[in-house]
């Protein structure tokens, strides 16, 4: 009997029934929404073709839309490494057997998990320059600030994830002589990340969306560029938001699918079955191979 099957139960035609009622009724309410949003807009002037016009300019994506992209990419992947090496760091410190790690890592994650993240960004950029007798780039600010909050959540992502393993395969590694550094970077940490990759890949999107928030520091992403500065040309703030929503949503479906097509790759590497290799035939003392006879 599969897993599957004890673990859901086939709807019945009752069930089934009350199912496409329910879906129909669902689809019917969303078109009704939509419809309802295009009319109150319809009704505003939003959909006028003067405001949607700029965009049909090459100037305002070269001006604009794609220099704010690439730093917002440019950001967000910069975050995204670094959160992801801090997180790693912090899980492997709060699982440590010194108390004089776990406890400074734990207090360290729960801190920067608990701040939010805005604050953080402006403290960053307003409060460290005293700190330092020195300015800190609007571009910096935004990326440390990313990387201490959601590399703090991807290190409780990754400790969950370590701690969800079976206990065995750390004992055998330690049976065959593995230091804990070793267990943990050759055996653990991978494993973890695997099964962990459904929240790992959320959080990744929650940093792409929060470098938004770089608009506090004048940092100039898709939010400052794409929607103040050009509405405050065009006089288009509705027209420009939907159009940079629409560019969130085709990056954050992007990281999607590509965490996808990684999930699958990782998975079939990890259940591919060896080649099986011929056994050695007999040799004589020096080495040399001994021919079969001949039937």
Known sequence: MSTSTVLYDHPGPRARVRNRVLSVVFGVGLVALLWWIYHKFDQAGQWEGWLW????KPTTWTQFILPALGQTLLAATTGMVL?????????????SDHWWLRMPAGVVVEFFRAVPLLIMIFFIFYGVPFLIQGPVSAFWAVVIGLTLYNGSVLAEAFRAGIRSLPGGQSEAAYAVGMRKNQVMRLILVPQAARAMLPVIVSQLVVLLKDTALGYIVA???LLQRGVNDLAANYGNIVASAIVVAAIFIALNSLITMLAGWLDRRTRQRAFRTPKQTAAPGPTTPGGAAVAEPQG
């Open 53 to 56: 016009k700029p965009f049909t």
């Open 83 to 95: 959160s992801l090496a801090f997180g790693i760091v912090f899980a492997v410190g709060r699982l």
């Open 219 to 221: 940092f100039p992403e």
